[in-house]
């Protein structure tokens, strides 16, 4: 059996991506995986490790509906990125091709219907992006993380399955004590996890380093931070946290988010559908600051997961430093009692589904 896996764009498309991968090997040694993605500086970071893996790259643009179709540009990328996904398709023959969103995935899903081959679209958000609305009404199936999805999408659309997000199965598997020993933390600390590197998120950088002066000091002491920092240089980070009086290990990018996740005990970041799927599955409190721009769909992935998860949305245009400590100091409290009644977060075995519902669709279509 072999499957292309359109992916790229970020990390969000990506990692769904490689978890049901990870599955559809496990059950068959002889799966091969080929990957279509594109080529920015991200993809090729995160797809560094896949050393045995075949990645393709091409081209291609944001869909942003009827009116790319009058747009120049797109469509001379668009006939690239289909010229390119044609070459692709037609040289590995697959039996079914996956499309994880992103505007990358796009050409590819396109191309593979237009030349027979089935098709399947994974969403991971709430609201559908533009590309795979339009796409549902032609793909041989649909596969979503949440189950609000249905009412976005079209009255065409076919066999639509709530499958949920898939995680990596390290990301399960992730060791509290040995997280913390990697990253040189103490066990009687909590961790703060700090995703600042992902969309528009070093705003949350500014932000929780405005916050910090307003942090009662004794809770200081009391907190390390794991600062996943972006485009923040790590040692900025580290020092002004040192300057605080608080430990801490900052990371530009970080493959390992197995002991990132193990060692938190407090999340602080944006609602892209994958780090809630993530932080679901290792019941994680969290602190969510969704992206206020675009089309607001991380606003809505954050409404939704709140109703069934413990983590406090914020409108990063009208939150404040001070609210921000406040909330930060409630939860380290709230923590603090529940660690004391024997109940460490971030050690909490995760059980993820999603993985084996999503590979299951994969091969019923491939069979």
């Not at 020092?239 to 990371?251: H, I, L, Q, S, V």
């Not at 969510?288 to 607001?296: A, C, I, Q, S, T």
């Amino acid at each position: 059996m072999k499957i292309v896996l359109a992916c790229g764009g970020s990390g969000g498309h990506i990692f769904p991506a490689f978890s049901v991968a990870e599955e559809l090997k496990k059950r068959r040694p002889d799966c091969r995986i080929v990957y279509v993605c594109g080529n920015k500086g991200i993809e090729r970071e995160i797809f560094r490790p896949l050393e045995n893996e075949k990645v393709i790259s091409i081209a291609s643009a944001p869909f942003l509906g009827r009116r790319s179709l009058w747009d120049a540009r797109f469509l001379i990328k668009l006939a690239a990125g289909i010229l390119g996904s044609a070459r692709a398709l037609g040289a590995e023959k697959p039996d079914v091709v996956v499309g994880f969103g992103g505007y990358f995935s796009f050409p590819v899903v396109l191309t593979a219907r237009l030349m027979g081959v089935r098709t399947l679209i994974h969403e991971q958000n709430v609201v559908p992006g533009v590309a795979n609305r339009f796409l549902s009404r032609w793909t041989d199936g649909t596969a979503l993380s949440f189950a609000e999805t249905k009412g976005a999408l079209p009255k065409k659309a076919k066999d639509v399955r709530v499958t949920g997000n898939p995680i990596r199965a390290s990301i399960e598997k992730g060791n509290r004590e040995e997280a913390l020993g990697y990253f040189g933390f103490d066990a009687g600390k909590m961790t703060l996890l700090l995703l600042g590197g992902s969309q528009g998120a070093e705003s949350i950088n500014a932000l929780f380093f405005r916050a910090l002066k307003f942090l009662p000091e004794d809770w200081r002491g009391r907190v390390q931070i794991l600062h996943l920092s972006g485009k923040m240089p790590p040692f900025e980070s580290e020092k002004t946290c040192r300057d605080a009086g608080m430990n801490c290990r900052a990371y530009a990018f970080f493959e390992r988010m197995d002991l990132a996740y193990a060692a938190a005990d407090l999340a602080l970041g944006r609602s892209g559908a994958t780090f809630l799927a993530e932080i679901a599955a290792k019941k994680i409190p969290a602190i969510l600051v969704p992206y206020p721009h675009g089309n607001g769909h991380q606003k809505v992935n954050a409404r939704v997961f709140s109703r069934t998860h413990d983590a406090a949305v914020l409108d990063e245009l009208k939150i404040d430093p001070k609210k921000l400590a406040e909330l930060l100091a409630q939860y380290f409290q709230k923590i603090t009692e529940k660690k004391n009644n024997g109940w460490p977060p971030g050690d909490h075995p995760a059980a993820d589904s999603s993985r084996s519902r999503l590979a299951n669709f994969i091969e019923e279509l491939a069979s």
